[in-house]
Nanobody
Framework: QVQLQESGPGLVKPSQTLSLTCTVS??????????WSWIRQSPGKGLEWLGG???????FYNPSLNRRTSITRDTSKNQFSLQLISVTPEDTGVYYC???????????????????????RGQGTQVTVSS
């Protein structure tokens, strides 16, 4: 059973960088054909896929975030991380890490914004952007 756990600060000031880490157990982030994503749910909004990283280390991002997102990994710790720069209060929400989507590629799909794409997910962590 794959388990994921998000960690990081719950409060970030406007214009600063949001940094979160996902620790994976029960499965390797290098497992063939796997992908690992960051997703958020903001107040009054639907699910939003932020980006993901494939088993081979290739990252892909939601183009709507205007290149504010960076996803990296540490294979020695079986972790992957999210950095979101220049945050505003609109970035407030619950952030999840998850395994999926299948066949992650550079071609963004609106389908990435559905929980049906993710086999496992963490419990989520609340991040508030406020001064």
């Amino acid at each position: 059973q794959v388990q994921l756990q998000e960690s990081g600060p719950g409060l970030v000031k406007p214009s600063q960088t949001l940094s979160l880490t996902c620790t994976v157990s029960g499965g390797s982030i290098m497992a063939g054909d796997s992908a690992w994503s960051w997703i958020r749910q903001s107040p009054g909004k639907g699910l939003e896929w932020l980006g993901g990283i494939r088993f081979d280390g290739s990252p892909f991002y939601n183009p709507s975030l205007n290149r504010r997102t960076s996803i990296t990994r540490d294979t020695s710790k079986n972790q992957f991380s999210l950095q979101l720069i220049s945050v505003t209060p609109e970035d407030t929400g619950v952030y999840y890490c998850a395994r999926g989507p299948p066949k992650l590629s550079s071609r963004y799909s609106i389908g990435y914004n559905s929980w049906t794409m993710y086999a496992y997910r963490g419990q989520g962590t609340q991040v508030t952007v406020s001064s």
